[in-house]
């Protein structure tokens, strides 16, 4: 399974962005996908997690009420609609697949390459 993380780049504070990211194949029959960032300090942040086939949403306190996580079945991508950004959210992202959504990098099998989102005015 390869996954291609897309929509990342520089926005002012405020701003908002889609990131995209989309499965070669599916992982099993109801993968689970995670969003992570890491930032400036290096360590792996969740940020939001669900199935592909939708459902109930997790998210990560830092992004609650600014991130939406939505999933598109057909099409093997999850999104990640982020609103209201502010300069902490600057990071690089990444999208995972596992089994179960977890908020640990580690409990997921397959990753992105990542994408840059910088928040900057």
């Known amino acids: 399974v390869q996954l291609q993380a897309s929509g990342g780049g520089l926005v002012q504070p405020g701003g908002s962005l889609r990131l995209s990211c989309t499965a070669s194949?599916?992982?099993?029959?109801?993968?689970?996908v995670g969003w992570f960032r890491q930032g400036e300090r290096k360590e792996y942040e969740f940020i939001a997690g669900?199935?592909?086939?939708?459902?109930?949403?997790y998210y990560g306190d830092s992004v609650k009420g600014r991130f939406t996580i939505s999933s598109d079945n057909a099409k093997n991508t999850v999104n990640l609609q982020m609103t209201n950004l502010k300069p902490e959210d600057t990071a690089t992202y990444y999208c995972?697949?596992?089994?179960?959504?977890?908020?640990?990098?580690?409990?997921?099998?397959?990753w992105g390459q990542g994408t840059l989102v910088t928040v900057s005015s």
């Open positions: 995972a697949v596992g089994e179960y959504v977890k908020s640990v990098w580690s409990g997921y099998t397959y």
């Open positions: 194949a599916r992982a099993n029959a109801d993968p689970a």
């Open positions: 669900i199935r592909s086939s939708g459902g109930v949403t």
